[in-house]
T-cell receptor, first 114, second 115 residues
Framework: DTEVTQTPKHLVMGMTNKKSLKCEQH?????MYWYKQKAKKPPELMFV???????INESVPSRFSPECPNSSLLNLHLHALQPEDSALYLCASSQGMRGRGTQYFGPGTRLLVL | TQLLEQSPQFLSIQEGENLTVYCNSSSVFSSLQWYRQEPGEGPVLLVTVVTGGEVKKLKRLTFQFGDARKDSSLHITAAQPGDTGLYLC???????????????FGQGTILTVHP
């Protein structure tokens, strides 16, 4: 089974709201990723967790706050977002960060910031 | 910084035609993945190629990884409307390189197959 699940599927929030995106995998993968994707463009890496520790932060604004409670779960906490943050947010996982670790993506959360 | 040049960006063809999508780089990749994505959904893995010169087939899709592990191609034979979507190539950075742990994506190819 190569399934990564994400909730919610859709999210609409105001600029003053606080919300969270959730991601889960049960493949025993030790690396998990958050990506942001605009329409018809490739995904852009935001964060990488390796063995539940933040390994890469691609200079993402602090209004995005990642959290890895355990090896199967990954959260992205959102606060005071801007309309330009509207996008498809993708979670992915891989066996590890080692060079040949194929990344498997979840279905994404479509976020609209009003 | 590693770059993957993917071409063409757009492809509009008739059902039954063949097509090839290319991904080229000046950098070496540890492995290369091809994904297909439909609007509003996450990328779905089609294949991972690892060895230089490797050829993999998935029904009507043929994937090649260049001998030097710097380029790859996706060939679709007798395209069908169900093949419509965004195709992404993505390379995995080599161990201890500056792109280690990251996927370098091509710009994507939007394929439309008309009935």
């Amino acid at each position: 089974d190569t399934e990564v699940t994400q909730t919610p599927k859709h999210l609409v929030m105001g600029m003053t709201n606080k919300k969270s995106l959730k991601c889960e995998q049960h493949m025993g993968h030790r690396a998990m990723y958050w990506y942001k994707q605009k329409a018809k463009k490739p995904p852009e890496l935001m964060f990488v967790y390796s063995y539940e520790k933040l390994s890469i932060n691609e200079s993402v604004p602090s209004r995005f706050s990642p959290e890895c409670p355990n090896s199967s779960l990954l959260n992205l906490h959102l606060h005071a977002l801007q309309p330009e943050d509207s996008a498809l947010y993708l979670c992915a996982s891989s066996q590890g960060m080692r060079g040949r670790g194929t990344q498997y993506f979840g279905p994404g959360t479509r976020l609209l910031v009003l | 910084t590693q770059l993957l040049e993917q071409s063409p960006q757009f492809l509009s063809i008739q059902e039954g035609e063949n097509l090839t999508v290319y991904c080229n780089s000046s950098s070496v990749f540890s492995s290369l993945q091809w994904y297909r994505q439909e609007p509003g959904e996450g990328p779905v893995l089609l294949v991972t190629v690892v060895t230089g010169g490797e050829v993999k087939k998935l029904k009507r899709l043929t994937f090649q990884f260049g001998d030097a592990r710097k380029d790859s191609s996706l060939h679709i034979t007798a395209a069908q409307p169900g093949d419509t979507g965004l195709y992404l190539c993505a390379g995995t950075g080599i161990y201890r390189g500056t792109s280690y742990g990251k996927l370098t994506f091509g710009q994507g190819t939007i394929l439309t197959v008309h009935p």
